[in-house]
């Protein structure tokens, strides 16, 4: 992996934050979907038992003011204190978090790096692509936890996300 996705993937920062320094563009959200999913693993990493639940799934689209998609992501939290955290459904939830003054850890889980049709499609950009899956801990408790996949079209910012050899 190449230095600078390094920093964007394994980095404690907020992503959104990142994609709108390295934009120079205001980063919003296009909320696709939030529903309950009681104490379904709905298809997430395996991690999702330490969430609890019931839950619910947020899945949203990253993009620049001027309509690029640069990421997305879905997230599960426990249904009965989403609201408390997400007051604005429309916010990144760094934003709706730091208004908060929130308190928290990101513990990253793990790694993807891949194909997908369905996301070439999305994206408007052939892959592969880089994701992973994060857990954001409050208070000793795990908070949420976290599925963004990026989008290549960052590597006119970040340039190749693989190292070239040497």
């Known amino acids: 992996m190449a230095p600078a996705w390094q920093i964007l993937l394994l980095g404690d920062g907020s992503p959104t934050r990142h994609l709108q320094l390295l934009t120079r563009e205001r980063t919003e959200v296009d909320v696709i ?5 009681g104490m379904n693993l709905d298809g997430a990493p395996d991690i999702i ?3 609890p639940g019931p ?3 947020r899945q949203v689209w990253l993009r620049t003011a001027s309509g690029q998609r640069l990421a997305y992501a879905a997230s599960w939290w426990e249904a009965s204190h989403v609201d408390e955290y997400l007051q604005n459904k429309s916010l990144p939830i ?3 978090l730091a208004r908060l003054r929130t308190e928290l850890y990101r513990d990253i889980q793990g790694l993807y790096y891949g194909e997908s049709e ?3 499609d999305a994206f408007g950009q052939v892959g592969p692509f ?3 899956h994060y857990l954001f801990w409050h208070r000793g408790k795990p908070l949420t936890l976290i599925y963004e996949v990026f989008s290549p079209y960052l590597t006119r910012y970040l340039g ?3 190292s070239g050899p040497g």
């Open 118 to 120: 369905a996301l070439e």
């Open 94 to 96: 760094w934003a709706s």
């Open 55 to 57: 839950r619910l799934r």
């Open 160 to 162: 190749p996300m693989q």
């Open 49 to 51: 038992r330490v969430v």
């Open 33 to 37: 979907d939030m529903s309950l999913v």
């Open 130 to 132: 880089w994701g992973r």
